[in-house]
């Protein structure tokens, strides 16, 4: 699975911003897909998650009422609406995917990941 990213960039406090993550190869496998995001000294955190198959969505209750996320099946893209950013809110952010594939001994979880798109929120 291949994921690339789309849309950071430079937003003052208040602002919104849309982030994009074309998945492709074997997409038929995967069961959720996510944002991560790593501000600078912090450690890599969950924004929010959506799951393939009933697209229950999961966020960080830092964004929760102010980011959205969602999925185009069709087009194989995700998306994050961020809406209020605020400057802490900066960081890389990072499209994940999740492919669970089965054996014989149980489910086995793979993930993938973009490379990353800057979002910088000035006060």
């Known amino acids: 699975v291949q994921l690339v990213e789309s849309g950071g960039g430079l937003v003052q406090a208040g602002g919104s911003l849309r982030l994009s993550c074309v998945a492709s190869g074997y997409t038929f496998t995967i069961s959720s897909m996510g944002w991560f995001r790593r501000a600078p000294g912090k450690q890599r955190e969950l924004v929010a998650t959506?799951?393939?198959?009933?697209?229950?969505?999961n966020y960080a209750d830092f964004v929760k009422g102010r980011f959205t996320i969602s999925k185009d099946n069709a087009e194989n893209t995700l998306y994050l609406q961020m809406d209020s950013l605020k400057p802490e809110d900066t960081a890389v952010y990072y499209c994940?995917?999740?492919?669970?594939?089965?054996?014989?001994?149980?489910?086995?979880?793979?993930?993938?990941w973009g490379q990353g798109t800057q979002v910088t929120v000035s006060s």
């Open positions: 959506i799951t393939s198959g009933t697209g229950d969505t």
């Open positions: 994940n995917a999740r492919r669970t594939l089965y054996y014989d001994n149980g489910p086995v979880d793979y993930d993938y």
